[in-house]
């Protein structure tokens, strides 16, 4: 893959903070390169505080649209002028569309996280109990798609319990026919809540390091069970390492990543994404060892 960079180069990124784990540069410029775009995509550490400025310089620098991860995702959905239904419903913005008037933020990670799910596991979340740890950003969005697309049940926990009173209340304003319980923080408690859980979903920062233990023992899982970390960077977290060990099935975030990354390129340019180049350059990428 060659970049050229030009005048004319239209500028596309991905903030976070901290940001090196990031794998959505090699997706979206391996996609840039399939569709023949005149564009790169970059990424950049920005602290919360300092989001909402940077976004505004990035616009008058002629950046068409960057993608946000922790912690920047709720910084986002409070402080855009403008929001889609997805972002709105989800609680959260990882998708801003800077080249819309006035700029616009999405949430492109429920709609990813069903894609991920279904081809990992053959069969969507529908009356499936879903045991969601970590209600941030991204385990909001994950827990509040798994509610409206027909989840029997889904029971919530985070270290910040408002957190997850929060994401159930919201899940209760939409309507939708499930269960929804809070589980306390505790060891003892998440191990009997993931237990009685089909699909267990890691969403906290845990895992981000290589040396990260998993957060819940072997006895916490079963045979035939699902377990979705989304940690993306490694083959196999030790969450899931331990999960299946247990005797569960196990899939990282790096289908999710794909597809919702597939959804943001979209929104960007309104061109199809090329999904297999994307899916074979984070594969290359992770799986390389």
Known sequence: MTIKISGHTTPLAVLGHPIGHTLSPVMHNAAIDALGMDAIYLAFDVAPER????LDAMRDMGFAGVNLTVPLKEVAFKNLAKLDESAARLGAVNTVALNADPPTGYNTDGIGFLEAQREAFGSPVEGLSVLVLGTGGAG???????????????????????????VRAEIGKLGAECDTQIVQAEPDT???????????IQATPVGLKRTDRSILPPDAFRKGQRVFDLVYMYPETAFMKTARQAGARTANGLGMLLHQGARALSIWTGAEPPV?????????AVYKE
């Open 190 to 200: 998440w191990l009997e809540a993931a237990r009685a859980a089909d699909l267990v």
């Open 140 to 166: 909001r969005a994950v827990a509040i798609t798994c509610a409206t697309a027909g989840a029997r049940a889904v029971a919530l926990s985070d270290l910040e319990p408002a957190r997850s009173e929060a």
């Open 51 to 54: 989001l909402m400025p940077v």
């Open 276 to 284: 297999a180049v994307m899916r074979a350059t984070l594969e290359q």
